[in-house]
């Protein structure tokens, strides 16, 4: 599916707590589903049967590239990086400012750990899965720091060790090399090296960019089994309920 879809792949087979796995077929993590083949798009409506389609993009991204709904998906939009006025929709945005790339990706994963968007959207995504469990897909533009996120704070919640949830985040690297080298490529003649090279370091994932999401909830909350709690609103025995219904 991954060679289909770009950055997609199931959350299932993780040890979790107790020695068990993540349940199959339940949590897809991907890229947006924008412009899909007619076999993409049969492969995530009958083959994976989503159920709910969670979209972590702004309105402008959105606009630019609809995602593909069908009847009686349960589309859900959770916009998480509203507060920060970072906008991701296009390649042009990442280096239109000019600024440093790498420290502005480490500033967006704080702004993911603290932010009111962030925290609100999910929140709401979250509940979503222990109150009402169906197949899931989630992403945003690349599926990689919004949807990286989610699905860390998802494997965080299973008990799945942080090794694990590593390894999970960097088979981005590998899931997008190909995506990401024909954009360089169509964009190589249209911009200088300088801005070739911001967009390349935007485009992919790095190890501290997750560190510093751990770091900065750890340093304002303590610990994860506190941020879901105090950060994200949900019920005492969130935990609990999310291993309930998803580690078999």
């Not at 412009?35 to 009958?46: A, S, W």
């Not at 945005?93 to 968007?117: G, P, Q, R």
Request: aromatic residues 10%.
């Amino acid at each position: 599916m991954s060679e289909n879809i770009t950055n997609w792949r199931s959350l299932g087979g993780y040890v979790g707590a107790e020695g068990k796995k993540v349940k199959e077929g339940m949590l897809f993590r991907c890229g947006q589903l924008f412009d899909l083949t007619d076999e993409q798009k049969d492969l995530v409506q009958n083959h994976y049967q989503l159920k709910r389609l969670v979209d972590l993009r702004g309105d402008d991204e959105r606009k630019e590239y609809p995602d593909y709904v069908w009847p009686d998906l349960d589309y859900v939009i959770l916009d998480v990086l509203k507060d920060s006025g970072t906008n991701q929709a296009s390649v042009d945005e990442i280096v239109s400012a000019n600024s440093h790339v790498e420290s502005d990706m480490l500033k967006t994963y704080e702004e993911l750990a603290l932010s009111n968007s962030a925290r609100e959207g999910y929140h709401h995504f979250l509940m979503d899965l222990i109150n009402d469990p169906v197949p899931v897909a989630f992403h945003c533009f690349a599926g990689k720091d919004r949807t990286g996120v989610a699905a860390a704070l998802i494997l965080k919640s299973l008990d799945v060790s942080e090794d694990q949830i590593f390894e999970d985040y960097l088979k981005t690297i590998e899931a997008r090399k190909k995506a990401n080298q024909e954009i360089l490529d169509y964009l190589k003649d249209k911009m200088d090296p300088k801005n070739i090279k911001d967009v390349a370091i935007a485009l992919t994932v790095e190890r501290q960019y997750l560190e510093r999401y751990f770091e900065t909830v750890k340093k304002n909350y303590g610990d994860f089994d506190r941020y879901f709690v105090e950060g994200l609103d949900l019920p005492a025995d969130f935990k609990e309920q999310m291993q309930k219904i998803y580690l078999v």
